[in-house]
């Protein structure tokens, strides 16, 4: 019977999370957006067709993994070294800021808790969220505007990039120190030990992948084969290192993203993630939150979450830029850029729930600064480019009257 129910929560959840993603996407939001949407209607808030079930976690958790190891195999290194000292100091500052921020909202609203205290890592782990960035939106805008390829578009780009990377290190180390049995320098040395061995594991991993790949060009062995390797680091991580399992399927991801058949493997991968484990992933964090527990403090810790979370990045990012000589207008620009929220959110979000280190109803928060970021981003960019295009056009046109005139005097 429980086979049966399974079968039919399944059903549930891929229809509506499809048709919340469509109409999600036709009102120019993100598809994950009304995927989210849709598990808070079909779950216990709403209509209780569908449970969180054992069953259901373990998707979602192979979800979050492909979806990690899909960020990873997306990553440009050759972009991200030309880029170099800027993009990583814009995003360096961009995720102590929004960590700083988090951290200090929390314990604004519940107390400052004893370093090392469980309360503690909470408050860091609230801060955690606010380090992800989500530069989906951001890049659709640019390239609606056409200003992916300037300066500023490549700035932003490469600096989520390694955003999204400094961001999984730092969960890394929190959700290390948070385990009791651990001491900070186990978390360090056990974090370390990882990236060497991911290192030399890679390097060999990467020499292997790319002689198959060369021997037998696209074929379908290459992508199983990548999954197969993402699942293996995932678990070595989790096991063996202490590291959360979406790391390792990160650096999986990064290893495998400079063979000729990484497009490929990734093509593969959305499928997968496009056809079941990403809607059930982002379902079941409708499924997940709770916002019958909605109190007045916590809308009230939920609005200032979001404030803090756009304001941090804006402030953190957009200050490097202008240090970095941008003029205050792109600097703005590079800010604004990097606020949106998303899928990395969401997973940060599930490894703080599994370990304990966060509530089913925050998860409200983190919803609510996914689909404000969402909207706001595209609004703000697109008025910041209208004026300065206005503002350009009508420099242009006073230079050609000054010219006229000069002309004819």
Not at 221 to 229: K, L
Not at 308 to 334: E, H, Q, T
Request: one cysteine or more; charged letters at 15%; a neutral charge.
């Amino acid at each position: 019977m429980e086979a049966y129910s399974i079968l039919k929560d399944l059903a549930i959840i891929v229809i509506f999370a499809k048709i919340f993603g469509i109409v999600a996407r036709k009102l120019k939001a993100p598809q994950v957006v009304g995927e989210i949407i849709a598990g808070l209607i079909i779950g216990p808030c709403i209509l209780g067709l569908v449970q969180q079930t054992e069953f259901i976690t373990q998707m979602a958790e192979i979800g979050v993994i492909l979806l990690m190891f899909s960020a990873g195999l997306g990553t440009d290194l050759k972009e991200l070294l030309r880029t170099g000292p800027v993009a990583f100091l814009i995003a360096l500052v961009g995720v102590f800021v929004p960590l700083l921020g988090g951290t200090l909202l929390y314990m604004g609203f519940y107390g400052v808790s004893p370093l090392g205290s469980e309360e503690f890592y909470k408050a860091v782990f609230i801060g955690v969220i606010m380090t992800a960035t989500s530069v989906s939106i951001t890049v659709q805008t640019l390239k609606e505007l056409g200003k992916l390829k300037s300066k500023v578009g490549v700035t932003i780009l490469s600096a989520a990039i390694i955003d999204d990377v400094i961001g999984i290190i730092v969960l890394t180390f929190v959700v290390g120190f948070k385990n009791p049995q651990n001491n900070p320098l186990s978390v360090i040395i056990n974090t370390v030990l990882f990236f060497v061995f991911a290192i030399l594991v890679g390097f060999v991993s990467y020499k292997v992948f790319k002689w198959v790949d060369q021997k037998y060009p696209h074929t379908r062995r290459i992508p199983i084969a990548g999954m197969a390797y993402c699942f293996a680091l995932a678990y070595i991580a989790e096991r063996y290192f202490g590291i959360a399992d979406i790391t390792g399927a990160y650096v999986a991801g990064i290893i495998l993203c400079s063979i000729n058949d990484s497009d490929y493997i990734a093509e593969k991968m959305d499928i997968n993630s496009y056809m079941l484990f990403g809607p059930i992933f982002f379902a079941s964090i409708g499924l997940k939150t709770d916002i019958s527990q909605m109190s007045m403090s916590l809308l009230l810790f939920s609005i200032g979450f979001v404030i803090v979370a756009l304001i941090s990045k804006i402030i953190g990012c957009g200050l490097v830029a202008k240090v970095c000589r941008f003029s205050n207008s792109d600097s703005i620009k590079i800010g604004i850029g990097m606020m949106t929220r998303g899928e990395v959110a969401l997973i940060v979000a599930q490894k703080g729930l599994a370990v304990g280190l966060l509530t089913d109803v925050y998860f409200t928060c983190v919803i609510l600064l996914i689909i404000v970021s969402s909207i706001a981003t595209p609004i703000l960019l697109k008025l910041l480019y209208a004026k300065e295009d206005t503002g350009k056009a009508t420099r242009d046109h006073e230079a050609f009257l000054y010219r006229n005139d000069r002309e004819e005097g």
